[in-house]
């Protein structure tokens, strides 16, 4: 099965994000879901070409990988209602998983991503110890080629000024220990989801961040 993107799916994306509010969405919530269901097919697909080198995947429901559209808005200064995008985890902390891969789809700023986000910190302190015990194989999987072609590096969102209390100043992998997210992230244009090839080519990318998971979740096993 070949599976692209909508361009009605992203359309209605561009539309929610001029008209977020209730009556608009309620009035048009037949566009929603042709365009939820749109992103449901492609995620199945998606989750197939993964699996071909991660079988762990097949583990994930593609329906229930789709984060909610509506926000909570209850404890949030921002009321509007409803995301203008879709999220997909396959992994990333869902089904009991450690590590994983992410689908952002928003007009103009979607994005492929990895690894382990917002971790407790309980995982985030086996992870740094991981690094501190094994920094070479983890310095390794950053300099393989296909993984610097496809990503700038980790994402320092989120980075602590000092070295956290648990680990020496000096420790050759001082930098990599400030982290609180493990994450790469690959941005992609809108037409990218139009590709009858789409599923393969994200595939290919999501590969690259094999190596990466499958260290993060070496404590864990």
Known sequence: MKASIKASTLQFLKSLQKNNNRDWFNENKKFYLEAKED???FIEDLISEIAKFDEEILKI???KALFR???DI???????????????????????KISGYYLHIEAGKSFLAGGVYQPESS????????????GEDFLKILDQKDFRNNFRGLSVEGKLKRVPNDFEKDNPMAEFLKLKN???IHPISDET??????TKNFAKIYKSIKPLNDFLKRPFL
């Open 193 to 198: 989801f139009f590709d009858e090839t789409a």
């Open 182 to 184: 493990f994450v790469v």
């Open 61 to 63: 429901d593609p329906k």
């Open 69 to 71: 559209i509506y926000r």
């Open 74 to 96: 209850r404890f949030s200064k921002d009321k509007l209602p409803y995301k203008t995008h879709f999220g997909a985890s396959l992994g990333m902390g869902k089904g009991n």
């Open 123 to 134: 995982v985030l302190k086996e992870i740094r110890k991981e690094i501190t015990a094994n």
């Open 39 to 41: 992103v449901e097919i």
